[in-house]
Nanobody
Framework: QLQLVESGGGLVQPGGSLRLSCAAAEITFDYFAIGWFRQAPGKEREGVSCISSSGSFTNYTDSVKGRFTISRDNAENTVYLQMNSLKPEDTAVYYC???????????????WGQGTQVTVSS
């Protein structure tokens, strides 16, 4: 089972950018698809984006399409989420998690990280 660690969150003004990282120490990292999820206060967790183990498949929730880009570097055991044109409604704790493929069901994912806070505010 992977141990995933998120980083890169912070406070940013609307319209700004952040790059989140999801890193693992295990050499089996490239067996797994990695999903990014977020949870805002008082709201349910939602899937944001997912990338397949090879990086050949990606998907995004509609609200972030055209603004967020997911990528991975298997040599570095890291998945990135580049977030541009950030909006206040992107404020949430962002988590990464692993599964064998990009499932529609967040409950299929395992090895959840501790999360990183993203706050978009002026």
């Amino acid at each position: 089972q992977l141990q995933l660690v998120e980083s890169g969150g912070g406070l940013v003004q609307p319209g700004g950018s952040l790059r989140l990282s999801c890193a693992a120490a295990e050499i089996t990292f490239d067996y797994f698809a990695i999903g990014w999820f977020r949870q805002a206060p008082g709201k349910e967790r939602e899937g944001v984006s997912c990338i397949s183990s090879s990086g050949s498949f990606t998907n995004y929730t509609d609200s972030v399409k055209g603004r967020f880009t997911i990528s991975r570097d298997n040599a570095e055991n890291t998945v990135y989420l580049q977030m541009n044109s950030l909006k206040p409604e992107d404020t949430a704790v962002y988590y990464c998690a692993a599964h064998y493929f990009c499932s529609e069901a967040g409950a299929d994912f395992r090895s959840w990280g501790q999360g990183t806070q993203v706050t978009v505010s002026s």
